[in-house]
């Protein structure tokens, strides 16, 4: 049916196979490699967006350490004042790494929170993104007066119903962006944001 | 501490097969008998630990550094099918005896997703063996893939063992050959839930 | 064995579903069929490799020496499978993310390579790319199927519409779930095609 198999025929043809694919992804890549970022960029952007309040702008991004890991995080100014600040936070939830993008804004309070990613169960843990009592609670929780912990645990964070280990995972990674932006040198933070900066590390040491 | 997490949610939390679905195909292929599923988990073993092992150099040294992530999967696919014909080949010269037993199974594993699963995970993915996530070193990589591979076989042992009893009952026609297993694996995958809330 | 174009393309559905008969495929059948939207688009996902590679493979298979077509028809499947996964990054992020690792995993889903080896190597490009049409379509319409009953039986909601309030049998959406509907349904298939 098909050319003879020789030593000479099968080498030409192997290499011509992946000379030729390896073409074709290259190709494809080099195209699709600027709307990949784009998209990326954009879900990144949305997700800062979403826990900000509306019509500020952001700033670029910028590093810090949340629970131990480099992270980075945004200023949002509006004519000039800093209204809040966006943190990239990851904790372990019950299927594997849970990252939140967390909202503060002057004054110890979250704005709100957006799951970036999550691996946890369908119908279960995955409804952290969902479940509006679960959700709709961050929305102007006070990091002062109330505790980042579980009910289960003392603190006042309702949790998902059967899933204490993801809504634990939740709730530390929101306490470890606040606790990570209190630690912000004044210096770092004062390319935009200034005395708000300060401000908010002061509402946090009164804790 | 941290490798008896890898190896105790690799085998029993994140089974593979029951709670990842990988490799399914060989899994209710060869599982009828006790004696080939034995033969076809030791295979399977022994080519995902040297497959992650390979891939994952692999792609550090080769791929990461050249920029050429877009060819993993094309580059990983190629290393396990010319691996899986290695590994006949040397099996065939250094020791027949093995190659008598675990022979039959090897062109089977290059299509097995088991292998490839396991090995772009590895490079892909942060795991939570202990906090914080990372991304995989090259020891707890073999070690995650050579546990994972001992939990294929631990699911594909107890479910041959089953099997075998399955063979011999009376069941409706309509459930006669893979429905059955396929409800047996599901009794299966529900015990294997009860792992999870260990690691 | 001559069979007319539109038996190219149904013969898939049924009597050779590649899902309930042929049990090739059965990874992603069961890993991705959480929700009726994701069975879908894993469905259609395969359907476009399929298509793809059962095209590219026609074409060069007189030019393929013998003895090393599986691994030339491994590298072009995978070829189109690294395409679809960037088309899926940059245009359904979201889609990508709910199939993640099953999407590179097509490179080993039995049904391509089994399209290839038994119907692509022998017939014209158009006739093959009608097989894997037909091929595709049938393994998307199980996978949407299974995916259809799990959402109902374990989240209450079909195609992300919910119809019933409450949970759940959330064990229908966990792994054993996906056993036993699997199970379940071809049970249901084999007495309508045994009826028959």
Request: proline share 4%.
């Amino acid at each position: 049916m098909a050319v003879k198999s020789t030593l000479t025929s099968m080498v030409v043809c192997l290499t011509a196979t992946c000379l030729i694919c390896s073409a074709i992804l290259g190709g494809v890549y080099a195209v699709t490699a600027a709307p990949i970022e784009k998209v990326n960029a954009d879900i990144l952007k949305a997700s800062i967006g979403q826990v900000l309040p509306e019509g500020c702008e952001i700033s670029e991004a910028m590093e810090l350490e949340v629970g131990g890991l480099p992270s980075e995080y945004y200023v949002a100014t509006k004519d000039g004042e800093t209204v809040g600040f966006a943190v990239k936070s990851t904790t372990v939830g019950f299927g594997g790494p849970l990252t939140l993008m967390v909202g503060l804004i002057p004054g110890g309070t979250v704005y709100n929170t957006s799951v970036l990613s999550h691996s946890e169960t369908p119908g279960l843990g995955a409804k952290c993104t969902s479940d509006p009592k679960f959700t709709e609670q961050w929305k102007g929780f006070d990091v002062i007066s109330k505790k980042l912990t579980v009910k289960k645990d003392g603190g006042d964070v309702d949790a998902i119903t059967a899933s204490t280990i993801t809504s634990r995972a939740y709730a530390l990674a929101i306490k470890n962006a606040v606790d990570a932006l209190a630690a912000v040198p004044a210096p770092c933070s004062e390319v935009s944001a200034g005395d708000a900066a300060e401000e908010m590390i002061g509402g946090n040491d009164n804790d | 501490m941290e490798i008896l997490l890898i190896i105790v949610s690799a085998i029993f939390v994140n089974n593979i097969v029951l709670s990842q679905f990988l490799g399914i195909c060989p899994f209710l292929g060869v599982s009828n008998k006790l004696s080939t599923a034995t033969g076809m988990s030791a295979a399977v073993c022994f080519v995902i630990t040297l497959a992650t092992l390979v891939t994952y150099l692999l792609n550090k040294y080769c791929l990461v550094p050249l920029d050429l992530q877009f060819l993993q999967t094309i580059a990983f696919i190629l290393v396990i099918a010319a691996l899986v014909q290695m590994v006949e080949i040397v099996l065939k010269k250094v020791s027949p005896s093995l190659y008598q037993a675990l022979g039959i199974f090897l062109p089977l594993i290059t299509t097995n997703c088991a292998v490839l699963g396991v090995a772009i995970n590895v490079v892909t993915k942060e795991f939570t063996f202990g906090q914080p996530s990372h991304m995989l070193g090259l020891g707890e990589a073999v070690l995650y893939a050579f546990a994972t591979a001992v939990g294929y076989g631990v699911a594909m042992i107890l479910f041959s063992g089953l099997r075998e009893h399955l063979a011999m009952n009376d069941v409706p026609k309509a459930f006669k050959g893979v429905p059955i297993a396929l409800v047996t694996v599901g009794i299966l995958a529900m015990a294997f839930m009860g792992f999870s809330g260990i690691a | 064995m001559t069979m007319t174009k539109l038996q190219l393309i149904t013969k898939g559905l049924i009597k050779d579903n590649p899902t309930f008969v042929l049990l090739l495929g059965m990874c992603p059948t069961l890993a991705t069929t959480t929700s009726a939207i994701n069975g879908l688009s894993m469905g259609l996902a395969t359907l476009f490799v399929l298509v793809l590679s059962n095209m590219a493979i026609s074409a060069i298979a007189s030019l393929v020496p013998d003895k090393v077509h599986i691994p030339v028809y491994i590298v072009v499947i995978a070829t189109f499978v690294t395409v679809l996964q960037f088309l899926m990054q940059a245009f359904t992020p979201s889609v990508y993310a709910s199939l993640g690792l099953f999407i590179p995993l097509i490179v080993v889903n039995c049904i391509v390579l089994g399209r290839a080896e038994a119907f692509a190597n022998k017939h014209g490009v158009i006739d093959s790319a009608l097989d894997g049409l037909g091929v595709g379509l049938g393994f998307t319409l199980s996978l949407t199927v299974i995916g259809l009953v799990r959402e109902i039986l374990g989240s209450g909601s079909a195609f992300g519409f919910k119809f019933i309030s409450g949970d759940g049998m959330l064990a229908f959406v966990m792994a054993p779930g996906a056993f036993l509907v699997l199970g379940y349904l071809m049970v249901l298939f084999n007495k309508y095609l045994a009826k028959k």
